[in-house]
C-alpha cells in the first residue's frame, strides 16, 4: 500500500517542473520580465501590466509582523480563516476518511464490502474536487460553500438517524457518499482558496501558517474523539454524525452571515476592502 503511493508522487514531481513560478515572487526577486511572461500567458498584456503595478504598490510597503495580525485591522479575515478551516474538520470528513471501514462494519456491512466502500469514498471525494475546480470561479466561492454545506447539513442527519434506526447497508453508503462529494466540492477546497484571498501580500504567510495549525489541530482533535464517541454507550455512531451535522449547519450560517465573496477581485481589492 505505501508503495502504491510512489507513482503518484514520481508523477507530480515530473509536473512541477512545468508549473510557472510565482509572479509576485518573481517580481520581488527583481525578475519582472519572467513575471510579465507568465501573466501575459494567462490574462493578456494589458492585465498583466495591471496587475504588476498593483504588485509593485503592496510589495513597497513594509513586511507585516506577526502579532500585527491578531490586530483590529485582520481581526475579521483571521476570524474567517480560522473558522473555515476549523468547521472543514469538526464536519466530521477525517472522521468518515479514517476510519470508514470501522464505520460500515459497525453498520453491519461485511468487512470485504467495508473495504470496497471505503474505495469508493475516496474515488467520490477525488471525483467532487473536479466540480470545485470547474465553479469555483464560475458559480463564486460563496454559492458553492452555501450548496455544498445545506448538503452536508442534510446527509450527516442522514447517517444519524439512519444509525439511530440500525438502518445499514446501500443506503447508508449513499448518504455518506452524498456528504463526501459536497464536502469535496466545497468545504474540502474553498477555505484554502479564501484564506490565501483574505489576507494582503506582505502577511500572507503569516496568515496561512496559522490556518493550516488550525486545520491540523482540529483534524487531530476529531481524529481521537471520534473512536471514544463511537464506542461511548450513550452516544455512538448515531449522536456522533448529529453533532458534526450541527457543526455542519453551525458552518452554513457563518458563511450566510459572514464570508464576503472574493470571486472577480484582486487581492489588493480585497486587502483594501478590510482596511476599510
Known sequence: MLGAEVLPALILLALLWLAPESPRWLIQAGREPEARRILEDVSGASQAEEEIRAVREVLGQEEGRFGELFGRRFRTPLLVAVALMAFSQFSGINAIMYYSTKIFTT?????????????????????????????????????????GLAVQVVALSTVGAMFMAGVGGVFLLVAILAFIAAFAMALGPIPWIVCSEVFPTRIRGRAMSVATFTIWVSCYVVAQTFPMLNDHPSIGPAKTFLVYAAFSLAALVFVYRALPETRTRTLEEIEASWGR
Open 107 to 147: 453498520a453491519g456491512i461485511g468487512v470485504k464490502d467495508a473495504f470496497g466502500s471505503s474505495v469508493i469514498v475516496g474515488l467520490v471525494n477525488v471525483v467532487f474536487t473536479f466540480v470545485a475546480i470547474g465553479f469555483v470561479d464560475r458559480a463564486g466561492r460563496r454559492p458553492l460553500l452555501l450548496i
